[in-house]
């Protein structure tokens, strides 16, 4: 059993940064994941990050967005810069426990997933 718990949300202006942070509890987990979800459309991934450090990030996240974590405390974090009016959403931040050999997940493989941050942008 894991509980996920994402903070760090609210609304910025366009070319504004944010920092979100996601607690996994109950037991260490294998990869972290960040996704985002507009009402109507299918969630999509963000970023993820393999408790190795290996990183995987979607094209439109183009550089300005950072994820890390730390294994010890089962915590992770996205850095958001630049933020635009299109990445206003609800930001979820996902977990496995098992380690998968590869660093590129997809949603199905995320068994453990937080309550949501929303994050809007003005412009």
């Known amino acids: 059993q894991v509980h996920v718990v994402e903070s760090g949300g609210g609304l910025v202006q366009e070319g504004g940064s944010l920092r979100l942070s996601c607690v996994a509890s109950?037991?260490?987990?294998?990869?972290m994941a960040w996704f985002r979800q507009v009402p109507g459309k299918q969630r999509e991934l963000v970023a993820q990050m393999t408790s190795g450090g290996n990183t995987d990030y979607s094209d439109f996240v183009k550089g300005r967005f950072t994820i890390s974590r730390d294994n010890a405390k089962n915590t992770a974090w996205l850095q958001m810069n630049n933020l635009k009016p299109e990445d206003t959403a609800v930001y979820y931040c996902?977990?496995?426990?098992?380690?998968?050999?590869?660093?590129?997940?997809?949603?199905?493989?995320?068994?453990?997933w937080g309550q949501g941050t929303q994050v809007t942008v003005a412009s």
């Open positions: 996902a977990v496995t426990l098992r380690r998968f050999p590869s660093s590129r997940l997809t949603a199905q493989n995320y068994g453990y």
């Open positions: 109950g037991r260490s987990v294998g990869h």
